[in-house]
T-cell receptor, first 114, second 114 residues
Framework: AQSVAQPEDQVNVAEGNPLTVKCTYSVSGNPYLFWYVQYPNRGLQFLLKYITGDNLVKGSYGFEAEFNKSQTSFHLKKPSALVSDSALYFCAVRDLDNNNDMRFGAGTRLTVKP | GAVVSQHPSRVICKSGTSVKIECRSLDFQATTMFWYRQFPKQSLMLMATSNEGSKATYEQGVEKDKFLINHASLTLSTLTVTSAHPEDSSFYIC??????????FGPGTRLTVL
């Protein structure tokens, strides 16, 4: 079965600095990877996904993520953080080859300070 | 800890019948539960948010009479798809949230309507 790990419960960065939210995954087949964001009192919002193609995926709100097969990682990045980026971020993986259910990470709370 | 289960994991039903999906928080009390739907190769779509003991709040475009949600206890929420049609075939995911911001997701239920 597939699994996702987000090793950091919380990430703090200063506004204007680059940010990285880490995600590693484990699947037996080819992965289908997602990042979602959750703002307070809201459901998940889709940020970006990787299925195939370029390893660098660009998504909403200036976020991007790089798929690294050798490291089984899919870290979320943004060159310059905004205070409004403060939210809860979820990484998720689905095993395309085995059509397994989606698994989400536990979430990482990003706080961007002015 | 913080485990959310869904039952059944897969269900196949005939058109016109109703299907009930259960979402349980196994080791915590969930003041809020969310129901999501995922179409093939697409992101999650929030269907509704339910708070224990009160009526669910449905997202725009989601038919409340078709997707009945009950959150009768702090550990159980149910989604009933009434008079199911083939277009209701999808992957339904619930999540549960205790006090605080962290949201825990169930493994999902794949519904196929013939």
């Amino acid at each position: 079965a597939q699994s996702v790990a987000q090793p950091e419960d919380q990430v703090n960065v200063a506004e204007g600095n680059p940010l990285t939210v880490k995600c590693t995954y484990s699947v037996s087949g080819n992965p289908y990877l997602f990042w979602y964001v959750q703002y307070p009192n809201r459901g998940l919002q889709f940020l970006l996904k990787y299925i195939t193609g370029d390893n660098l995926v660009k998504g909403s709100y200036g976020f991007e993520a790089e798929f690294n097969k050798s490291q089984t990682s899919f870290h979320l990045k943004k060159p310059s953080a905004l205070v409004s980026d403060s939210a809860l971020y979820f990484c998720a993986v689905r095993d395309l080859d085995n059509n397994n259910d989606m698994r989400f990470g536990a979430g990482t709370r990003l706080t961007v300070k002015p | 800890g913080a485990v959310v289960s869904q039952h059944p994991s897969r269900v196949i039903c005939k058109s016109g019948t109703s299907v009930k999906i259960e979402c349980r928080s196994l080791d915590f009390q969930a003041t809020t539960m969310f129901w999501y739907r995922q179409f093939p190769k697409q992101s999650l779509m929030l269907m509704a948010t339910s708070n224990e003991g009160s009526k669910a709040t449905y997202e725009q475009g989601v038919e409340k009479d078709k997707f009945l949600i009950n959150h009768a206890s702090l550990t159980l929420s149910t989604l009933t798809v009434t008079s199911a049609h083939p277009e209701d075939s999808s992957f339904y995911i619930c999540s549960a949230r205790p006090t605080g911001d962290t949201q825990y997701f169930g493994p999902g239920t794949r519904l196929t309507v013939l």
